[in-house]
């Protein structure tokens, strides 16, 4: 069977809940500027599309991580692949992801990304599926609850396909 992609957050649903989250970090960090962390390379469709919506002066910065594992399962014991330029001391940061699924990069990312002195430390994602969670990350901005499922799209991979489709989907037809 061919590999094909379900539709799960429609195009302008996803355009609609950016713009909605733009607005409410914009109140919340009214009078100051924020810094925008994006986890490559997931969160590089969502961060751009947000910042675009955020009024506030908006600084950004980019890192990639990877995991240790065995393969099969990750520790989440996060590894640095290519760290932040810019220092995050006294910043109000806010972390952009693409997906929490069990929180084990996010909470190691965050235990890492505080030690920095960041004045302060916020994080947002666009997709959450909360029932995988593992490790107890607070998530300040959610775009979508989802099932779980493993979704594309969006910045979202599947074995580094499907990240340009502009919507999130299921993949199908995979064993
Ligand atoms: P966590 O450490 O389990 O929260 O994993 C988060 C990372 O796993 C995300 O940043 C994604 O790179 C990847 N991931 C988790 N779920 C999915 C999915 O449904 N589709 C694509 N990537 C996913
Ligand atoms: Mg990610």
Redesign the pocket.
């Known amino acids: 069977m061919a590999e094909n992609v379900r539709v799960l957050v429609p195009e302008k649903e996803v355009a609609a809940r950016i713009e909605e989250l733009g607005r409410k970090i914009s109140e919340d960090y009214a009078g100051k500027q924020v810094h925008l962390i994006c986890?490559l390379k997931?969160g590089v469709f969502f961060m751009c599309e947000l910042a675009k919506r955020i009024s506030v002066p908006v600084s950004m910065d980019f890192m990639s991580v990877s995991?240790y594992g065995d393969g099969t399962s990750?520790s989440?014991v996060v590894k640095i692949a290519k760290d932040l330029d810019e220092s995050l001391e006294g910043k109000d940061v806010l972390i952009v992801?693409?997906?929490?699924?069990?929180?084990?990069?996010?909470y190691y990312l965050m235990e890492i990304l505080s030690k920095r002195n960041p004045k302060s430390m916020r994080l947002c994602t666009l997709l959450d599926?909360p029932e995988r969670r593992v490790k107890d990350v607070k998530v300040d901005y959610v775009g979508f609850n989802i099932p779980d499922?493993?979704?594309?799209g969006y910045g979202?991979?599947?074995a580094q396909k499907y990240r340009n489709l502009p919507f999130i989907g299921v993949v199908e037809g995979v064993e």
């Open positions: 986890v997931g995991s990750s989440g992801e693409d997906i929490i699924d069990s929180g084990r990069t996010l599926k499922e493993f979704v594309v979202l991979d599947y």
